[in-house]
């Protein structure tokens, strides 16, 4: 099993839809959980972070997270052509030193 | 300001070449990374630096050579690389080792 796994997509949906990104990973102990997007060529760009159980929005994005089935979640309201991009997942792993182990990637295509 | 700055923007070197490769920030930052990026494919860790001390070398071969000569700058040495070395090279920062905020990255071809 990979310590952090996502759907490499790509995620298609059209304008003004929500995008539902999804992540899972190994490490009970983790505690910290990010998500960057990445578009082509660039580098990483944080867009959320989240530390408890529950939600955490901030403007169109919100952020999941449930602890108890290792999963974490990124919803994109009203989803844009420049949302389109690589989502990357990352988690603080606690097993490997407390490293940042991310996510293949999930690629999103917003369609007008 | 989460800013990061990383030079030379784009680099091409041959395989017999010294370069190095510089990132800067002052957010006053106590951890400072190197990453490695290959196309399609998510960042790979390379070096942490905590307090301007080596704290992880994930097995980098010794053509690179990191160096911290103080707490905003960062640098990666590079000599004798091959093609395959040719990647996004990512420099981060961290206020404490959680939130990581990446520089523009270096793209660099080995001829």
């Known amino acids: 099993q990979k310590e952090v796994e996502q759907n490499s997509g790509p995620l298609s949906v059209p304008e003004g839809a929500i995008a539902s990104l999804n992540c899972t990973y190994s490490?009970?102990?983790?505690?910290?959980f990010f998500w960057y997007r990445q578009y082509s060529g660039k580098s990483p760009e944080l867009i959320m972070s989240?530390?408890?159980?529950g939600d955490k929005e901030d403007g169109r994005f919100t952020a999941q997270l449930n602890k108890a089935s290792q999963y974490v979640s990124l919803l994109i309201r009203d989803s844009q052509p420049s949302d389109s991009a690589t989502y990357l997942c990352?988690?603080?792993?606690?097993?490997?030193?407390?490293?940042?182990?991310f996510g293949a990637g999930t690629i999103l295509r917003v369609k007008s | 300001d989460t800013e990061v700055t990383q030079t030379p923007k784009h680099l091409v070197m041959g395989m017999t070449n010294k370069k190095s490769l510089k990132c800067e920030q002052h957010?006053?930052?106590?951890?400072m990374y190197w990453y490695k990026q290959k196309a399609k494919k998510p960042p790979e860790l390379m070096f942490v630096?905590?307090?301007?001390?080596?704290?992880i070398n994930e097995s980098v071969p010794s053509r690179f050579s990191p160096e911290c000569p103080n707490s905003s700058l960062l640098n990666l040495h590079l000599h004798a690389l091959q093609p395959e070395d040719s990647a996004l090279y990512l420099c981060a920062s961290s206020p404490a080792g959680e939130t990581q905020y990446f520089g523009p990255g270096t793209r660099l071809l080995v001829l």
């Open positions: 630096y905590s307090y301007e001390k080596l704290s």
């Open positions: 957010m006053g930052h106590r951890a």
């Open positions: 989240i530390y408890s159980n």
């Open positions: 490490d009970r102990g983790s505690q910290s």
């Open positions: 990352a988690v603080i792993h606690m097993e490997y030193g407390n490293k940042l182990v």
